[in-house]
């Protein structure tokens, strides 16, 4: 039974991979594909134990998908670029590709950027203002980090308010698998950031012993804008999801605060913006539509020249989804069906 679930899976992911090669392939109109990466770590790299799947892919592999992409006929773009000359009615290519990473990792001028630079490949870095040039992290993390490595102390006031959000199954003699924390995660996520921060805050058991710095710093952004290569956008300040604040002026710190901090990056900061996690609000894309030229979602999918600028679609890829040509060319395949 397992042989026929595995072959029937082998079956429809070569399926999808087919459809999805000759779709690119075939494109007659303009059309722009936009992936999307969150952090590049190598195999052995030590936040691979306390990082989430889904956020993570090998160098490698992203080097095998600007060549896979390439392949099938895809150019790569600058995003802003391919916006404008669509606006000003330029010829395009058929088929482009525009990379995007989002949060703005360090391991993005670490890993990625090196990648970027020999295969001269143009990306965007959606940033998460208000991490630049610190030793903070995003909640998720911070969490992750501490309930893999731990033991979590039941007795311990300041941890109460973790409690409710752990697994039925978890073993209190044992730190949590990272499937039990992720599901930790997406459980508080019913929670606003602000509030998850606060509880952080008070509980000095997850400050991490030695500082390590997880998001980029200035040097680096410079670094990555030589040459025009790296362009940034916006990400808020402080990676608040949007349909989770309560005050106008957080919502508003967070959405036009973020490009005022990204004017300080002159030249190398585009007017596009990212929404966190995807949420999206009446409130918030009034404000993102007053102060930006487009906006990215995590809806899957391409775009055909006349998709809305605010509305942009993307493949979000990882190990898991996208670590073969097979992988990822089902990815996409499944993403246009
Ligand atoms: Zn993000």
Request: proline residues 7%.
């Amino acid at each position: 039974m397992a042989y026929l679930r595995s072959g029937l899976k082998y079956c429809v992911l070569a399926a999808l991979a087919v459809y999805g090669w000759i779709r690119m392939r075939l494109t007659s109109r303009p059309t722009l594909i936009i992936l999307t990466y969150h952090r590049i770590l190598p195999d052995q790299h030590p936040d691979r134990h306390f990082e989430q799947p889904g956020m993570i892919t090998a160098p490698e592999a992203l080097r095998d998908h600007i060549r896979l992409m390439r392949s099938v006929g895809a150019t790569p773009i600058h995003l802003n670029e391919w916006l404008s000359k669509r606006t000003r009615g330029e010829p395009l290519p058929k088929l482009s590709v525009a990379l995007t990473f989002d949060d703005g990792w360090r391991d993005n001028y670490q890993y990625a950027f090196p990648i970027l630079a020999s295969e001269n490949v143009p990306a965007t870095v959606f940033l998460v203002t208000g991490l630049l040039d610190t030793h903070r992290v995003f909640w998720p993390e911070q969490v992750l980090r501490f309930v893999t490595a731990r033991v979590i102390d039941e007795s311990a006031p300041e941890l109460r308010w973790l409690l409710p959000f752990l697994p039925a199954e978890y073993s209190p003699r044992a730190p949590l698998t990272l499937t039990q924390a992720d599901e930790v995660i997406n459980r508080l996520k019913a929670l606003e950031d602000e509030t998850i921060l606060g509880y952080l805050s008070d509980t000095p058991q997850m400050e991490t012993d030695e500082p390590v710095r997880y998001i980029l710093n200035s040097a680096e952004l410079e670094a990555m804008a030589h040459n025009d290569l790296v362009r940034f956008g916006a990400h808020t300040q402080n990676h608040f999801r949007l349909n989770r604040i309560g005050s106008a002026l957080t919502l508003r710190n967070e959405i036009v605060g973020c490009l005022r901090d990204l004017g300080r990056l002159e030249r190398s900061a585009v007017p596009i913006f990212c929404y966190p996690n995807g949420d999206i609000t009446a409130a918030g894309e009034q404000l993102v539509k007053e102060h930006y030229e487009a906006a990215c979602t995590t809806k899957t999918g391409w775009n055909p020249p006349g998709r809305d600028a605010f509305d942009l679609r993307r493949f979000n890829l990882h190990d898991g989804n996208s670590g073969s040509p097979r992988k990822l060319f089902a990815t996409i395949g499944r993403g246009i069906l």
